[in-house]
């Protein structure tokens, strides 16, 4: 069973940064694509960032600028870089996993909480 664990959630002041970890156990890491999703009190889980095992990433238009994914393959971990942080990123950050070769096989991590405030 494919296991994400993060890390790395905090408080902290409008305009701070964190970074957030996820890391991967009982997985071919190359093999998926990860990603950062989150959700605050109240809303629907929202897609933040992804990365390719080649290192390709892609962001949600609102983070585009302030927040960095990146992946460290020997660690099998997948990092969220997050400065110029906001009140409206305060939500529960969710790490996933996506199986390129199969789709449909997708993991979720226990999330860890953010919050800023102003």
């Known amino acids: 069973q494919v296991q994400l664990v993060e890390s790395g959630g905090a408080l902290v002041q409008a305009g701070g940064s964190l970074r957030l970890s996820c890391a991967a156990s009982?997985?071919?890491?190359?093999?998926?694509?990860m990603g950062w999703y989150r959700q605050a009190p109240g809303k629907q889980r929202e897609y933040v960032a992804t990365i390719s095992s080649g290192g390709f990433t892609n962001y949600a238009d609102s983070v585009k600028g302030r927040f960095i994914i990146f992946r460290d393959s020997a660690k099998n971990t997948v990092y969220l870089q997050m400065n110029s942080l906001k009140p409206e990123d305060t939500a529960v950050y969710y790490c996933?996993?996506?199986?390129?070769?199969?789709?449909?096989?997708?993991?979720w991590g226990q999330g860890t909480q953010v919050t800023v405030s102003s």
């Open positions: 009982r997985i071919t890491f190359s093999n998926y694509v």
């Open positions: 996933n996993a996506r199986d390129v070769r199969s789709p449909a096989n997708v993991y």
